[in-house]
């Protein structure tokens, strides 16, 4: 508990014993690490720099917590969470870092644990990319982000959870992948969607996933879907989703028909 002792260790027992023990000042094979650096992980070191205002990740596994210093916290602008990192827990990295700007998951990236509620919330961010890996968007992950504009959805996501997208109010667009089996309790309360776009014919949406919405919000899907009942029963616009075509890029695209309200 003594801030001004700096203690040196070696090798991975002397490493794992400065990170359990919360020591705040140490030197482990050949690294320093201070107020603006350490380990979050057993092998998960953190490093802040104060000029550019970026928060690093670096290393291999879980990283159980996202530490931060009241002296620097407000000056985060971005987020990297490096190659190798496979998940982090407590909080994550939202609801402290509330002037981040810029959020970078790696592939690597499978999620953030059932108790790290805060995910990503409260961010500034206006997009951001979440790594295929990903099957379950946690409990208000996203939320409160109100800036956010663009949200690329992993390919293999499962689960939405309660209030994930709650209060994003300059979402205007999203799609739903066609693994996704299922949508919270208001995942998407209150947010700015304009269109929202289903692959899979069978999602289970939640009453009140899309509490709040604009009536207007456009719900595109397949004929006879779940998305379909879900507009009917909820006074949302529906579009069908058509056959898929290629474009120029060679990419896929969908045929949007038949607008019923």
């Not at 690093?56 to 969470?81: C, H, L, Q, R």
């Not at 827990?89 to 059932?114: I, R």
């Not at 509620?117 to 961010?123: H, I, M, R």
């Not at 529906?238 to 075509?245: I, P, R, S, Y």
Request: hydrophobic share 35%.
């Amino acid at each position: 508990d003594n801030e001004y002792l700096r203690i040196k260790v070696d090798g991975p027992n002397g490493r794992s014993y400065a990170y359990r023990n919360g020591c705040l000042r140490f030197e482990a094979d050949g690294v320093v690490y201070s107020d603006t650096s350490g380990i979050c992980g057993e092998f998960v070191d953190w490093s802040f720099d104060r000029e550019t205002g970026v928060l690093t990740f670096t290393g291999t596994g879980m990283a159980d917590y996202a530490p931060y210093n009241s002296e620097w916290v407000g000056k985060v602008k971005k987020i990297i969470v490096g190659e190798g990192i496979t998940g982090m827990g407590c909080n994550g990295l939202g609801y402290y870092f509330t002037g981040a700007e810029s959020v970078t998951l790696l592939e690597s990236f499978k999620g953030f644990t059932e108790d790290a509620l805060c995910g990503l919330s409260d961010l500034a961010i206006t997009s951001i990319d979440l790594p295929d890996k990903m099957k379950v968007i946690n409990q208000g992950m996203l939320q409160n982000c109100t800036n956010l504009k663009e949200v690329k959805m992993p390919a293999k996501l499962e689960i939405i959870g309660d209030f994930a997208f709650a209060s994003d109010s300059s979402l205007e667009s999203i799609v739903i992948p066609e693994k996704t089996d299922k949508i919270g309790e208001y995942a998407f309360d209150a947010c700015g969607l304009k269109s929202v776009t289903f692959m899979n014919k069978y999602v289970r949406i939640d009453d009140t996933a899309f509490y709040l919405c604009d009536p207007s919000m456009v719900i595109i899907a397949k004929k006879g879907s779940t998305a379909e009942e879900y507009a009917e029963k909820h006074g949302f616009q529906f579009q069908v989703l058509g056959e898929e075509k290629k474009g120029e890029d060679n990419k896929v695209e969908a045929v949007e028909t038949d607008v019923k309200t």
